[in-house]
């Protein structure tokens, strides 16, 4: 532990949810859950900022007893559990039109994020293995078409693909010629690729978040583990990457603590909360 570090300098806390304080397959730790309860006696706040939906983020949110918004689609959005929505940013139109055309011609898994819905046209095994128990907010559609007057609502996209890593560097290569002007793509796991709006990351969206709360990116700590979070874990006072973090979330990090598994976080804000 580095003794220099002062909790007491920070005002809000922020992590990434799947792979940094929620393990695959298992509910969140008790100890990061009573970790996390103590930030408020510090004057401290905690929320989540996910790749995931209101509605698919919302029990977690509510299990940890989040009450301020969440930054949300890897910061497309900013919403309260209340439906609100205080940010949003939203992928021009041809671009929407050109992935729909690339992901069909290579008959991908392609799901589609308009703030608290998503589309998607068939379930397959892909989509059903992170959706299936996704009762709420997301929708069968068929074909694209059925959706027409949504395209101009697209925050983002994401492209599952669990048995062919190939396809998914074939995607890449794809989008580097075709889109890498318009919009930006990044893994958000191996087995996952998502197309995002021009220059928006997790730490645009927080900083969306932080904006009139008095609270400045140098006062928030950070936790992280794959692409997604590496731009957040750059731009924090404190970005912390977690042992099983991909090596680019390794690389923007001021440090690296325990592993998910280890519940590296709740035990590294313990040991600074007990050092003060």
């Not at 995931?52 to 989040?66: C, D, G, V």
């Not at 392609?110 to 989509?127: A, E, G, H, P």
């Not at 990457?241 to 325990?258: P, R, S, T, Y």
């Amino acid at each position: 532990m580095n003794s220099h570090l002062d909790i007491n300098k920070f005002k809000l806390v922020i992590s990434d949810l799947d792979g940094t304080i929620l393990e695959s397959g298992q509910p969140i730790h008790p100890f990061t859950k009573e970790v996390l309860a103590k930030l408020p006696d510090l004057g401290i706040r905690f929320t989540l900022a996910s790749g995931r939906s209101l509605a698919s983020l919302r029990p977690f949110a509510e299990e940890l007893n989040i009450e301020m918004p969440l930054v949300l689609a890897n910061g497309c959005i900013v919403q309260s559990l209340d439906g609100v929505i205080h940010h949003r940013t939203t992928m021009p139109v041809e671009v929407t039109r050109k992935v729909i055309e690339i992901t069909d011609k290579e008959n991908s898994d392609l799901v589609i994020f308009s703030d608290d819905r998503l589309f998607y046209k068939k379930m397959t095994d892909n989509i059903f293995r992170i959706f299936g128990k996704l009762n709420n907010s997301i929708y069968e559609v068929g074909s694209w078409n059925a959706i027409e007057n949504q395209l101009e609502k697209v925050n983002k996209f994401m492209i599952i693909d669990w048995q062919s890593q190939e396809n998914l560097k074939k995607l890449e290569n794809i989008f580097e010629s075709e889109l890498s002007s318009q919009a930006d793509y990044l893994r958000t796991n191996i087995n996952h690729l998502e197309i995002m709006p021009k220059g928006v990351t997790k730490a645009t969206g927080l900083k969306q978040l932080v904006d009139g709360m008095g609270i400045r990116m140098d006062e928030i700590i950070a936790f992280g583990d794959f692409d997604n979070d590496a731009a957040m874990l750059a731009e924090v006072g404190l970005g912390v990457a977690v042992e099983n973090a991909c090596d680019l979330a390794k690389q923007n990090a001021d440090m690296i603590v325990g592993s998910c598994a280890e519940n590296g976080p709740a035990v590294f804000l313990n040991q600074l909360i007990n050092q003060q």
